[in-house]
């Protein structure tokens, strides 16, 4: 059974500094890109930040680049948004998510991402 447990959220006042973590277990396959996403009140979800297990590469969306640093745990199988200088539109669900097969998934989008956590509250207050 394939589990991803998000956890870390919580109320932070603007400019303060959050670290959210995500295991992952019963993946079938060993090279795989997680992703993390949020979605706000009102608002589509968005994609903002993805590694791959193996090479390392990263994505970050626009909205976070600079302040949002995401790193990996290989012998936990966790991964790390750590976020900074957080702001009030930083307030959101956030989900951590993998794709479902090895090929055909893209993180920014979430196309073919099938397994997501259950989401975490991250609250900026100004």
């Known amino acids: 059974e394939v589990q991803l447990q998000a956890s870390g959220g919580g109320l932070v006042q603007a400019g303060g500094s959050l670290r959210l973590s995500c295991a992952v277990s019963?993946?079938?396959?060993?090279?795989?890109?997680i992703g993390w996403f949020r979605q706000a009140p009102g608002k589509e979800r968005e994609g903002i930040s993805c590694?791959?297990?193996?090479?390392?590469?990263?994505f970050y969306a626009d909205s976070v680049k600079g302040r949002f640093t995401i790193s990996k745990d290989i012998g936990k199988n966790t991964v790390y948004p750590q976020m900074n200088s957080l702001k009030p539109d930083d307030t959101a669900v956030y989900y951590c998510?993998?794709?479902?097969?090895?090929?055909?998934?893209?993180?920014?989008?979430?196309?073919?991402?099938?397994?997501w956590g259950q989401g975490t509250l991250v609250t900026v207050s100004s």
């Open positions: 590694i791959s297990t193996s090479v390392g590469g990263t």
């Open positions: 019963g993946l079938p396959f060993d090279d795989y890109v």
């Open positions: 998510a993998a794709p479902g097969s090895k090929f055909g998934s893209n993180c920014p989008t979430g196309r073919g991402y099938t397994y």
